[in-house]
């Protein structure tokens, strides 16, 4: 079967770094997106990887290693605002997308 | 601006009833897919479709139905609502295959069946 893997629930401090988890088996892969979502809204496009390594877009950076099945979302600086949850979903061998459960984010002063 | 709606974003019902909720994106993507999120399972692709008068089942596609009979509109229809079928629905829509893959989500319909 096919599975994406993240943490339910993390808690960080404003102005710290915090790095999301993301670990995935599917049938063939063709990239990984990073979504965020606040409660009660609807999902927002943050990162998308398809080639190993880092991309890095203003406080936010996303990892792949596609040998791993393994990517993370690093948030810096971190602010209240980034209270969110926080999707990793997987284009799979025939386009599909893959949904993990998210991980809730919590910042605290 | 890349912009897709949902008809309403809080709707009550009762079991039994039948019911229909709207979408449409104004970026002529070809694409659209119906997905229901509930707390501790992500989102579940319910339905999708990837041309006009042309729809795929996803994962969960049991007690519901779809129509597309314009590009820029996908609606799902619950059939007879359920009390289980309380979820947030969330509609969303990407350009064609092999390009980015990115899909763009409308605000989302919370619905309650009672």
């Known amino acids: 079967g096919q599975n994406i893997d993240q943490p339910t629930e993390m808690t960080a401090t404003e102005g710290a770094i915090v790095q999301i988890n993301c670990t995935y088996q599917?049938?063939?892969?063709?990239?990984l997106f990073w979504y965020q979502q606040h409660a009660g809204e609807a999902p927002t496009f943050l990162s998308y990887n398809v080639l190993d390594g880092l991309e890095e877009k203003g406080r936010f950076s996303s990892f792949l290693s596609r040998s791993k099945g393994y990517s993370y979302l690093l948030l810096k600086e971190l602010q209240m605002k980034d209270s969110a949850s926080y999707l990793c979903a997987v284009i799979d061998s025939n386009y599909q997308l893959i949904w993990g459960a998210g991980t809730k984010l919590i910042i605290k002063p | 601006d890349v912009k897709v709606t949902q008809s309403s974003r809080y709707l009550v019902k009762r079991t039994g009833e039948k019911v229909f909720l709207e979408c449409v994106q104004d970026?002529?993507?070809?694409?659209m897919f119906w997905y229901r999120q509930d707390p501790g399972l992500g989102l579940r692709l319910i339905y999708f479709?990837?041309?006009?008068?042309?729809?795929e089942k996803g994962d969960i596609p049991e007690g519901y139905s779809v129509s597309r009979e314009k590009k820029e509109r996908f609606s799902l229809i619950l059939e007879s609502a359920s009390t289980n079928q309380t979820s947030m629905y969330l509609c969303?829509?990407?350009?064609?295959?092999?390009?980015?893959?990115?899909?763009?989500f409308g605000p989302g319909t919370r619905l309650t069946v009672l």
């Open positions: 970026m002529d993507h070809e694409n």
């Open positions: 969303a829509s990407s350009p064609l295959q092999g390009q980015s893959n990115e899909q763009f």
């Open positions: 479709s990837y041309d006009v008068k042309m729809k």
């Open positions: 599917t049938s063939g892969f063709n990239g």
